[in-house]
């Protein structure tokens, strides 16, 4: 498979091109016009898949140092500044969580988490949901990649678990036996957790850092204790309304705690390396709750959790070496977070908000509040990947919900929290929807359909209970 597809390509220069040079605004630096330009570009590049994020990135970087959208007439500074976000403490908090979530994987304990929670749980079909879940809870503080969580830890046990009971991938006349159910609510159960921890999935950080650029500060803490409510409504709500919408055939799993048994039995007792990565799990959780009292951020968290890891030699730096996702999502994510970054100090997000609050003057906060989350939610079915959406609308969203007096904590929070939950309208609206979806268990039409009902289910809890605890907690 060619990762350069040509054709998309080229229409995404010929887009970039086309915005280039249509006159800025009054009121809008050239600069600033020509930066939002290549900015689209990626982003429809992306969007098209034209190429991988990665090289969509790094033709960015080169065409706003070429192009010396940053520093006019200084070549020197145009390439610093179009690297200067590879520095941001932000990206490599995601980067270094990376290599941390090789760990869980390399050790084997997050396989041996899931197990155990099967065991507890999995005596029915809906229990065996609810385990599957509770596990990829229990990872997501610490597997930021949900991707690597869902697809490389709980989706081969949800599917190993599906066959045992007689639920093939290959026989359609089996699929709703087990493996639809659990196809759909383990990839629900995946992006409620990515919503929970600021950690959870790669975009959320990237929102944090939008919402410092516009003066809002948001900790790890503060996120966890703002998502906390809404999402256990969320994970105790979604596997019971699927097995009532999207029933399983196969209601009793009574043999899965067995099974899950004599799959931890094979695994033999924890050993050493899974002992150090639970401390190290346990050194991370503790740090981040309570980092800020010590003067400790997540960033430095995160490296003293690897430093423990390679020292430890739970990870060797040949495991960081080759932990591709993680250098990948460092160069992606440095690319937007630039470019985004600086679209906000050239003054362009400033006016954009400024142009839409004029329209939108004489409406109240409460008015405009839900609407601008309807519309960032609803819109990511133009989008395939949440990194994409994110870096393309949060800036922008929150900015104008700003200008029209919505509390600014709220907004950057809810959008925050939208990051995750948004990918259940498609099968290709976030990181693992394609692993799950392509066990071929789940017929794309009871997809949408599926995705959609959820999708209001999510947005009544928590935008209405959510609300009210959002009120408690002083938020609004």
């Not at 932000?90 to 969580?97: A, E, N, Q, R």
């Not at 197990?115 to 596990?135: E, K, T, V």
């Not at 799959?263 to 007792?269: A, D, N, R, T, V």
């Not at 690897?306 to 994510?333: C, H, N, P, R, Y």
């Amino acid at each position: 498979m060619k990762e350069i597809k040509y054709p998309q390509l080229l229409i995404t220069l010929a887009f970039g091109l086309l915005v280039w040079f249509i006159p800025a605004p009054a009121g809008v630096k050239p600069e600033a016009w020509h930066l939002l330009a290549i900015f689209l570009a990626t982003i429809l590049g992306i969007i098209l898949k034209a190429a991988s994020m990665g090289t969509m990135s790094m033709l960015a970087i080169t065409l706003v140092a070429i192009t010396g959208v940053l520093a006019p007439g200084d070549p020197g500074k145009s390439i610093s500044l179009a690297l200067s976000s590879f520095g941001d403490k932000v990206i490599w908090l995601i980067g270094i969580s990376f290599f941390i979530a090789r760990g869980f994987i390399k050790t084997g304990l997050g396989k041996r988490i899931a197990y155990l929670f099967i065991r507890i749980f999995g005596r029915s079909s809906l229990g065996l949901a609810y385990g599957l879940g509770l596990a990829d809870m229990v990872l997501a503080p610490a597997v930021p990649s949900n991707t690597a969580r869902g697809g490389g830890i709980i989706y081969p046990i949800m599917k190993s678990m599906a066959m045992n009971f007689g639920s093939v991938p290959e026989d359609p006349a089996t699929h709703r036996k087990l493996g639809a159910y659990l196809t759909l609510s383990s990839y629900n159960m995946n992006l409620i957790t990515s919503s929970l921890f600021l950690t959870g999935t790669a975009s959320n950080p990237m929102c944090q850092k939008f919402a410092r650029n516009l003066g809002i500060e948001i900790s790890w803490m503060s996120w966890f204790t703002a998502a906390i409510v809404p999402a256990a409504l969320s994970i105790l709500a979604v596997p019971y309304i699927l097995y009532r919408i999207y029933p399983p055939s196969l209601k009793s799993t009574g043999d899965a705690p067995a099974m899950a048994a004599a799959k931890l039995k094979e695994m033999g007792p924890v050993h050493r390396d899974e002992w150090l990565m639970l401390i190290a799990f346990v050194i991370l959780l503790v740090l981040w709750v309570s980092g800020e009292w010590f003067g400790i951020d997540a960033t430095t968290t995160a490296l003293i959790g690897l430093v423990f890891l390679l020292l430890s030699q739970v990870l060797t730096w040949e495991d960081v070496k080759s932990e591709k996702g993680a250098w990948d999502t460092i160069v992606w994510f440095s690319a937007l977070v630039m470019m985004a970054g600086f679209l906000n100090t050239l003054g362009f997000i400033p006016w954009f908000s400024e142009v839409i609050r004029q329209q939108v003057g004489n409406m109240r906060w409460t008015v405009a509040f839900p609407i601008i989350v309807l519309v960032y939610f609803y819109s990511h079915y133009i989008f395939a990947s949440a990194t994409a959406h994110v870096a393309a609308m949060y800036a922008a969203f929150l900015g104008v919900g700003i200008s029209v007096g919505i509390p600014g904590t709220l907004l950057a929070l809810v959008l925050g929290f939208c990051g995750g939950i948004f990918g259940t309208l498609t099968h290709y609206g976030h990181g693992p929807a394609p692993v799950f979806f392509g066990s071929s268990y789940v017929e794309l039409k009871d997809w949408w359909k599926c995705g959609f009902i959820l999708s209001i289910v999510y947005l009544i809890i928590w935008m209405g209970a959510g609300g009210g605890w959002w009120k408690v907690l002083g938020i609004w």
